[in-house]
């Protein structure tokens, strides 16, 4: 059974429409800088710059122990990859995640980019095929809470899509990196999960905010922990990416709080039309 507390009020899901849309700008403010020679922590600064300048801070530094706005992770690093010195190069597969706190409402979601430039075109294809495989997964699985009854679904949606789109020889799902609940922390209960399960997970009803990420590699889903006790990389070194949105389920339907659009765009070909939160 979930607390009642896992699911918010009207008057507290349209609290969180501002920070996703916060976090949204954040990123868009990211895409465009990714270039060739540019920085992670460059990255970072500029996320930094557009949530401040919002009038919110970064969720990611109420994290113990992290002092960064967002993680940049790239290639075989799959997600909380640490921002520094490294430079982007042409062809690098780079994912990044962010958030934004206002007014104690949290919004949460994560990007992958091929870095523009001269590289290899059977490098920039898997990559680009990897990325846009497991952007689709995550919208075969928000598409799915439009309709679902309990969250396992969810998971199997994000797995059949993968599993239908993926290039001979599949693709790996981290297992140990779920998404997650949302609202007034950054990460609540209930875990989302990318995968199947034999649980069916909790009930959708309205009130429910849920952060959804698949975050899936190229090779076998086994990964460590690098030194820096942050950024998770893949054992045998194939690249990984990772997408995210934060999702609110109401009355009306569902509001993708980390979209603009609310995801219009990308759920029309699933036949689904997200709805405005009254």
Not at 64 to 88: D, F, K, W
Not at 248 to 258: R, S
Request: proline share 5%; with cysteine; aromatic share 6%.
């Amino acid at each position: 059974m979930f607390r009642s507390s896992v699911y918010k009020t009207p008057a507290q899901l349209r609290a969180m429409v501002e920070p996703g849309l916060i976090t949204a700008a954040a990123l868009d403010a990211v895409r465009e800088l990714i270039e060739p020679g540019v920085t992670t922590l460059e990255l970072d600064a500029e996320a930094s710059r557009v949530i401040r300048g919002r009038g919110a801070r970064s969720n990611f530094q109420l994290v113990r122990g992290y002092r960064h706005t967002i993680c940049a992770s790239v290639n075989e690093q799959v997600v909380h990859g640490i921002p520094g010195a490294r430079m982007l190069q042409a062809g690098d597969l780079v994912s990044i995640d962010a958030g934004a706190e206002l007014r104690g409402w949290n919004g949460d979601s994560a990007i992958s980019v091929i870095v523009p430039g001269q590289a290899p075109a059977d490098v920039v294809a898997a990559r680009q095929r990897l990325s846009d495989v497991t952007e689709g997964s995550l919208w075969a699985g928000v598409a799915t809470l439009a309709s679902a009854r309990h969250l396992g679904e969810v998971g199997d949606a994000i797995e059949s899509y993968i599993e239908a789109n993926a290039p001979e020889g599949g693709y790996g799902i981290l297992r140990d990196y779920v998404g997650h609940g949302i609202g007034r922390k950054m990460h609540e209960s209930p875990s989302v999960f990318n995968y199947r399960t034999p649980d069916v997970g909790a009930e959708v009803r309205p009130g429910l905010a849920v952060a959804i990420e698949p975050m899936v590699v190229a090779g076998d889903q086994a990964t460590r922990v690098e030194d820096d006790e942050w950024t998770v990389s893949t054992l045998d070194g194939s690249d990984g990416s990772h997408w995210e949105h934060s999702v609110a389920v109401h009355d009306g339907g569902i509001w993708v709080l980390t979209a603009p659009d609310g995801g219009a765009e990308k759920l029309a070909p699933f036949g689904v039309v997200p709805k405005e939160i009254a």
